[in-house]
C-alpha cells in the first residue's frame, strides 16, 4: 500500500458518518468540501471541453477557447489530442481547477445531435484513442480529466428521462470502448454517469455498468461523479456505485444517506469505499495531503504563443471537401468579397456548458482582411431566431466608458446594493453571489458606433424585464424554456430594430427571483430582409475575382439540451450560396459549423472548406486555410447525410421515453448502404497521394498493414492512411490508421497498427474472434478505396 493509501485509511479512521457522507456531495456548483480534520483541501472542478471556464457559468475569468472536439478530431492525430490536453491542464492549472470535465466520448449516432460538437467521432476506435491521449497528457500535469457521459449519451432531447435501449453485444463493441479503451491505458481519475436510463437504469444507478463493468471488469480505482442535477435516488444511487453528488451543497444523499446507512439500506462499507475513492481523486490531484504547488509563468490565453497554437490547432484540422480545378489555396486572388452573416459573426464555439470567456474572437472577416489585399465584406441572411449577447467592442460602461455595460442592483426600497462594471455583456445570476436576493438587476450599456445605424438591439434572459432604447420602452416577460437549466443554456430573447445615433443608452431592467438565469443585453446591425440581402451579396460577387461566402449553424442548432430537426442550414443561407454561385468568377464556400448541413449547392461552388467551430482565432485560422500558410489536411470524423432521413439512425425523439439503437453494431459509417454526401475519413487536403504496394500481417486478428506512399502532389502534405476490416457478414469498422507528412515527390513505407479490440465480438457473454474470412480496405476515407487485400483461406 502507498502513501495516498496509507492517509486515506487514517482518514477513513477519523472521520464520523455524517462527516463522510458530507463530503459526497458538492459544497457547490463546481467545488468539493474541504476537511481540515483529514487535511483535505478544497477540489475544484471546471467545465472543459473546449476551454477552462473556471467556477463561474457566465461572465467568469477570461480563458483561453479551443477549437471545439470535432475539428481537433479531424487531425486524426493523437498527438494533437495530447497538445489539448496539456493545454487545458495548463489552463486549469492557471486557475486553481482540479478536474476537468472532459473529454465527452460519446458517439456521433445520430446527425442531429445537438451536442456533437463536444464529441470526437461516431467512431469507437477513433475516440477511444484520441480519449486516451488528451487524458494521459492531462493527468500528468497534475490535473484530472473526466471522461464522460457513461453511457449511451448520444442525444439530448428528453435527456433526462429517456431509455437508451442497447444491446449488449453494441453497448460492448461500440458504445463501452471508447471508456474501455481510455481507462485501460489512461486510467481516468474521475467519470462521469449519464443522465439518461440504458436499459431502463438511470445512469447514476446502473449497478451492471458502474460497478460490474467499470469498477468490476475492468477494475476501475477512480471517482464516478453524476452529471450535474443527475441523481434522483438515495439508496439505488450509492449501492449502485455513483461515488459523489454533483452539484451542491443540496442533493438526494446528506442526511437521507445517512439515515439510509442507519437504516441497513446502505452499507457503511459502501460510503467508506466511495470516500476512499474521492480521496484518492484529491490526492493525485494534490488537494489532499501535502498541496502542489500551482505552476508560474504559462501563456496567457492572448500571448502571441498561445494564438499561434490555436490558430494551428484549428486549421490544420479543417477539412478541404470539394477543390475543383485546385482553387484552393487562393494565391493571389485578386479582389474577394466575403459574403455572409457568419463572416461577421463566426461561430466559435457551441452552447452550453461547454461554453467559455475567450479574450477575443477573431471574425473570419478580420481574419482574411488581414491577409489578403483586396477584400470587400457583405453582410449575408439572417440565420438566427435569438441573437447572441452584444459582441465586444460594440457597447461601453456609461459610467467609466469602459468597454462593457454597467450592473445596479438594489433592494425593495430601491436602495443600491449593488453598482459594477461588467466587461461582459452577459452575467449569471442564481449562483450564489451577491445578486441572489436583490429586488431589481439593470443592465445598462451605452452603443458603440461609428455614425447613425439601424441597429437591433435587446435583452437575453427569462423573467419580466422593462427595456429602454431612444423613442421605445416597453415591458415583456420572457419565459424559460422547459426542462432542468433553461434559463441557462438556452436564454430567450426579445429584440427591436431601431435607428441610433452613437452614444445611444439601452437599459434592460428585470425583478429579482428565485433560480439560475443567465442575463445579458443585445446589440448587432440590423439584418437586411433576406430578398435585400442576396440581392446586395450577388452584386457583390458579380464585381469580385473571388467570393468566399461563409454560412454555417449557431449554438441553437448546436447546443446541449436540444436536438436538431433537420440538416438544411438556417435561414435563406442554401439561396445565398446559390445565388452568389450564379454570378461569380469562382466561389469558396466556408462552412462554420460543427456537425453534418446539407449542401443542395455543392455542384454549383468550387471549393468547400468545413471549417467546424474554429475557437478563439477563427478568423485567422480560416485565412491561414485558405491561403495555404497551414494546410487545412482534416480529414472527416462522421460521415455526412445526402438528405434528412438518410443514415444507419436518425430520430433523436423518443417514443414513450425510449429510444431503441436499432442499428445495433452498424453505427455510423458501418450502417451506410447507400452514397452519403461525404464518407467518413473523407479529406482531400492540397496535394495528389498515390498507394503502391501493400501487405499485411495477420495472426488471430490483423495486426498491421504495410502500404507504399507517395506525395505525388505539387505540394507538402499530410496523409492519413486509414485501414478498414470487412469481416464476411460483419459491418465494416475502422482498425488502424497513421498520418505521414512528405514533401512532393517522396514516398515512403507507412506501417500501420491494427487494434484486436475491433477485431471481435460480444457473443454469449464473452468475447469472440470476428469471422476469419473478408478484407481489409487500404483508403483516403470510405469514398476513397486505394486497396483491398483478401483475408482468410
Same mark, same amino acid.
Request: proline letters at 9%; a negative charge.
Given at each position: 500500500m502507498n502513501d495516498l493509501e496509507n492517509r486515506i485509511e487514517k482518514a477513513l479512521g477519523v472521520l464520523d458518518l455524517p462527516a463522510k457522507v458530507r463530503l459526497l456531495t458538492g459544497a457547490a456548483l463546481f467545488a468539493l468540501y474541504p476537511e481540515p480534520a483529514i487535511e483535505l483541501g478544497e477540489v475544484v472542478l471546471s467545465d472543459g471541453p473546449t476551454g477552462v471556464r473556471g467556477s463561474e457559468f457566465a461572465g467568469g475569468r477570461v480563458t483561453c477557447l479551443l477549437p471545439n472536439a470535432t475539428l481537433l478530431a479531424q487531425h486524426w492525430d493523437t498527438a494533437v489530442a495530447a497538445e489539448v490536453g496539456a493545454l487545458l491542464a495548463e489552463e486549469a492549472a492557471a486557475q486553481g481547477v482540479h478536474v476537468v470535465l472532459g473529454p465527452t466520448i460519446n458517439l456521433h449516432r445520430s446527425p442531429l445531435g445537438g451536442r456533437l460538437f463536444e464529441a470526437f467521432s461516431e467512431d469507437p476506435l477513433l475516440t477511444g484513442a484520441l480519449a486516451t491521449a488528451y487524458v494521459k497528457a492531462m493527468q500528468e500535469r497534475g490535473i484530472a480529466a473526466t471522461p464522460k457521459h457513461f453511457l449511451a449519451n448520444e442525444s439530448e432531447t428528453e435527456r433526462n428521462t429517456m431509455n437508451s435501449v442497447v444491446s449488449e453485444r453494441a453497448l460492448r463493441e461500440v458504445y463501452l470502448l471508447p471508456f474501455e479503451m481510455t481507462v485501460a491505458e489512461a486510467d481516468p481519475w474521475a467519470v462521469m454517469a449519464s443522465y439518461n436510463r440504458i436499459n431502463g437504469i438511470t445512469g447514476t444507478e446502473h449497478a451492471p455498468l458502474i460497478e460490474g463493468v467499470l469498477k468490476g471488469e475492468w477494475a476501475y480505482d477512480g471517482l464516478v461523479m453524476s452529471d450535474w442535477f443527475a441523481t434522483t435516488s438515495t439508496a439505488a444511487s450509492a449501492n449502485g456505485g455513483l461515488d459523489l453528488v454533483m452539484p451542491g451543497p443540496a442533493g438526494p444523499w446528506g442526511t437521507a444517506l445517512v439515515e439510509a446507512v442507519r437504516e441497513g439500506a446502505v452499507r457503511e462499507s459502501v460510503v467508506d469505499e466511495h470516500l476512499r475513492r474521492l480521496l484518492r481523486l484529491a490526492g493525485r490531484v494534490g488537494a489532499f495531503g501535502p498541496r502542489r504547488e500551482p505552476p508560474s509563468g504559462l501563456p496567457a490565453p492572448d500571448s502571441p504563443a498561445r494564438r499561434r497554437q490555436l490558430r494551428d490547432l484549428a486549421a490544420g484540422g479543417m477539412t478541404v471537401l470539394v477543390n475543383r480545378n485546385s482553387v484552393l489555396p487562393l494565391e493571389n486572388p485578386g479582389r474577394v468579397v466575403v459574403i455572409g452573416r457568419h463572416a461577421t459573426e463566426t461561430i466559435a464555439q457551441g452552447g452550453g456548458s461547454a461554453q467559455v470567456r475567450p479574450p477575443h474572437v477573431v471574425s473570419i472577416a478580420d481574419g482574411l482582411t488581414a491577409v489578403l489585399d483586396q477584400v470587400s465584406i457583405v453582410d449575408g441572411v439572417e440565420v438566427r431566431q435569438d441573437p447572441p449577447v452584444a459582441a465586444p467592442g460594440t457597447v461601453r460602461d456609461p459610467e467609466t466608458g469602459e468597454e462593457g455595460v454597467r450592473l445596479v442592483a438594489r433592494d425593495a426600497s430601491g436602495t443600491l446594493l449593488v453598482s459594477r462594471h461588467l466587461d461582459w455583456a452577459e452575467t449569471a445570476v442564481g449562483f450564489g453571489t451577491a445578486l441572489d436576493d436583490v429586488a431589481s438587476i439593470e443592465l445598462t450599456a451605452q452603443v458603440v458606433l461609428g455614425g447613425p445605424a439601424r441597429m437591433q438591439v435587446g435583452v437575453r434572459g427569462a423573467g419580466e424585464w422593462t427595456f429602454t432604447a431612444p423613442g421605445h420602452q416597453e415591458r415583456f416577460e420572457l419565459a424559460a424554456p422547459d426542462g432542468p437549466g433553461g434559463g441557462v443554456l438556452h436564454p430567450p430573447a426579445r429584440t427591436v430594430t431601431a435607428d441610433l445615433e452613437p452614444g445611444a443608452i439601452i437599459t434592460a431592467t428585470t425583478p429579482g427571483e428565485p433560480g439560475m438565469r443567465v442575463l445579458g443585453l443585445i446589440v448587432r446591425p440590423a439584418p437586411l430582409p433576406a430578398a435585400a440581402a442576396i440581392s446586395a451579396a450577388a452584386h457583390a460577387a458579380r464585381e469580385a475575382d473571388v467570393a468566399v461566402v461563409v454560412v454555417g449553424l449557431s449554438q441553437e442548432q448546436e447546443t446541449e439540451g436540444s436536438d436538431k430537426e433537420t440538416l438544411a442550414l438556417p435561414g435563406e443561407q442554401d439561396a445565398l450560396v446559390a445565388a452568389v454561385a450564379a454570378v461569380a468568377r469562382r466561389t469558396v464556400v466556408v462552412v462554420n459549423a460543427a456537425t453534418p448541413?446539407?449542401?443542395?449547392?455543392?455542384?454549383?461552388? %468550387?471549393?468547400?472548406?468545413?471549417?467546424?467551430?474554429?475557437?478563439?482565432?477563427?478568423?485567422?485560422?480560416?485565412?491561414?486555410?485558405?491561403?495555404?500558410?497551414?494546410?487545412?489536411?482534416?480529414?472527416?470524423?462522421?460521415?455526412?447525410?445526402?438528405? &434528412?432521413?438518410?443514415?444507419?439512425?436518425?430520430?433523436?425523439?423518443?417514443? %414513450?421515453?425510449?429510444?431503441?439503437?436499432? %442499428?445495433?453494431?452498424?453505427?455510423?459509417?458501418? #450502417?451506410? *448502404? #447507400?452514397? !452519403?454526401?461525404?464518407?467518413? #475519413?473523407?479529406?482531400?487536403?492540397?496535394?495528389?497521394?498515390?498507394?503502391?504496394?501493400?501487405?499485411?500481417?495477420?495472426?488471430?486478428?490483423?495486426? *498491421?498493414?504495410?502500404?507504399?506512399?507517395?506525395? *505525388?502532389? *505539387?505540394?507538402?502534405?499530410?496523409?492519413?492512411?486509414?485501414?478498414?476490416?470487412?469481416?464476411?457478414?460483419?459491418?465494416?469498422?475502422?482498425? #488502424?490508421?497513421?498520418?505521414?507528412?512528405?514533401? !512532393?515527390?517522396?514516398?515512403?513505407?507507412? &506501417?500501420?497498427?491494427?487494434?484486436?479490440?475491433?477485431?471481435?465480438?460480444?457473443? &454469449?457473454?464473452?468475447?469472440?474472434?470476428?469471422?476469419?474470412?473478408?478484407?481489409?480496405?487500404?483508403?483516403?476515407?470510405?469514398? &476513397?478505396?486505394?486497396?483491398?487485400? !483478401?483475408?482468410?483461406?
Open positions: 448541413v446539407l449542401m443542395p449547392w455543392r455542384e454549383q461552388v %468550387d471549393a468547400v472548406l468545413w471549417a467546424g467551430l474554429p475557437g478563439q482565432e477563427s478568423g485567422a485560422a480560416v485565412a491561414a486555410a485558405l491561403t495555404g500558410e497551414v494546410e487545412p489536411a482534416g480529414r472527416l470524423v462522421t460521415t455526412f447525410p445526402a438528405r &434528412d432521413g438518410d443514415g444507419p439512425a436518425w430520430s433523436t425523439v423518443p417514443v %414513450d421515453g425510449e429510444l431503441p439503437y436499432t %442499428d445495433d453494431v452498424a453505427t455510423g459509417y458501418r #450502417g451506410w *448502404s #447507400g452514397e !452519403p454526401l461525404f464518407w467518413f #475519413g473523407h479529406g482531400l487536403g492540397y496535394t495528389e497521394w498515390t498507394y503502391g504496394a501493400a501487405e499485411l500481417t495477420a495472426a488471430e486478428a490483423i495486426r *498491421s498493414v504495410r502500404v507504399e506512399v507517395a506525395n *505525388s502532389g *505539387s505540394r507538402a502534405g499530410r496523409e492519413v492512411v486509414q485501414v478498414y476490416l470487412r469481416p464476411d457478414g460483419e459491418p465494416v469498422r475502422l482498425i #488502424g490508421w497513421v498520418g505521414v507528412r512528405l514533401e !512532393p515527390g517522396q514516398s515512403a513505407r507507412v &506501417d500501420v497498427p491494427c487494434d484486436p479490440r475491433v477485431q471481435r465480438i460480444w457473443r &454469449d457473454g464473452g468475447w469472440h474472434p470476428l469471422p476469419a474470412r473478408g478484407e481489409v480496405l487500404i483508403a483516403r476515407g470510405l469514398g &476513397d478505396v486505394r486497396i483491398t487485400l !483478401p483475408v482468410g483461406p
